[in-house]
């Protein structure tokens, strides 16, 4: 098992997620994707302006000293969001789960929190269960990812609910 760390995000992590973002598979995974994955200088500025707001929470999550993605908490329409991406290379290992449950509890506290998930990912909703999220509601929209619409379940991480680790999490229904 890696040791799983988090830490602040500094410049020579920015092309790290960049080709995180280049991989086919996961882009339709994500689906809510940049029109344009391939353009780094997009994607730089987009991470110049997130890591300068403040009402944006960033983690680069490390696996065993090594940059494996990123982890953050944002808001939207009043409610604070998380999102993470983990490098397709590292998927399988129990990385993405302890690293949002590390996040949720040491960097984003606020209750209750959101994410969301497109219907078809099944491991983004077995990572959002572990890590105590349940299913709210469904939403749709357009996805650059997939070039179409899809549809998208909202989960929601109430006060009183604590993560919970292992393979014998419930899984998202």
């Avoid at 292992?166 to 899984?171: E, K, L, M, S, V």
Wanted: with cysteine.
């Amino acid at each position: 098992m890696s040791d799983i760390t988090l830490r602040e995000v500094v410049d020579d992590d920015i092309p790290v997620f960049h080709a995180h973002q280049l991989d086919p598979v996961a882009i339709h995974m994500a689906a809510f994707t940049s029109p344009d994955p391939t353009d780094l200088g997009a994607f730089a500025q987009r991470w110049a302006r997130h890591l300068a707001d403040p009402d944006i929470a960033t983690r680069t999550v490390l696996a065993d000293g090594v940059v494996v993605g990123h982890v953050a908490s944002y808001v939207d329409s009043g409610h604070t969001e998380v999102t993470y991406w983990i490098g397709s290379d590292h998927w399988g290992r129990g990385i993405a789960t302890r690293a949002l449950q590390e996040f949720i509890v040491q960097v984003t506290t606020t209750r209750p929190l959101y994410a969301r998930a497109v219907k078809d990912n099944a491991g983004s909703l077995r990572v959002l269960s572990r890590c105590g999220f349940r299913i709210q509601g469904e939403d749709r929209g357009f996805a650059h990812g997939r070039g179409a619409e899809v549809e998208e379940y909202v989960l929601v991480l109430e006060a009183e609910t604590t993560p919970t680790a292992g393979p014998d999490a419930p899984a998202a229904t």
